[in-house]
């Protein structure tokens, strides 16, 4: 496991740290203590953000903690979040995780699915 500093890699903002306390805190969660932020094959767009709240690092994991907030990223998903901020937003359109990625060249219109 290694330590990255959150200038090297992505940062997560602090709605999406809060919703994230939030969610921790749910049954269906117990015993969890951290966000995995991924990048999978797959979308419309080539890759897409995967988001999973797990009980522990994997040996390989960038370990980040932003607002109190534990989050992992595996070193191959690192290499696209580089620069990248997760936030949470909430209006009348619903909730959502909203990845600003400044390597995505192109994007679904969800959102949820990108291209380098």
């Known amino acids: 496991m290694s330590e990255a500093s959150l200038t090297d890699t992505f940062t997560i903002s602090a709605a999406a740290a809060a919703r994230v306390q939030e969610l921790l805190t749910l049954p269906d969660y117990a015993g969890r203590s951290a966000l995995r932020v991924a990048i999978e094959g797959g979308g419309c767009s080539g890759f897409q953000y995967s988001y999973d709240l797990v009980n522990s690092p ?59």
Request: charged share 15%.
């Open 58 to 116: 994997a040996p390989d994991d960038h370990v980040i903690l932003a607002h109190g907030v534990q989050v992992l990223v595996d070193p191959i998903s690192l290499q696209y979040l580089s620069g990248a901020t997760l936030d949470y937003e909430s209006d009348l359109s619903g909730n959502r995780w909203v990845m600003k990625n400044p390597n995505a060249t192109a994007r679904c219109g969800c959102g949820s699915s990108f291209s380098v």
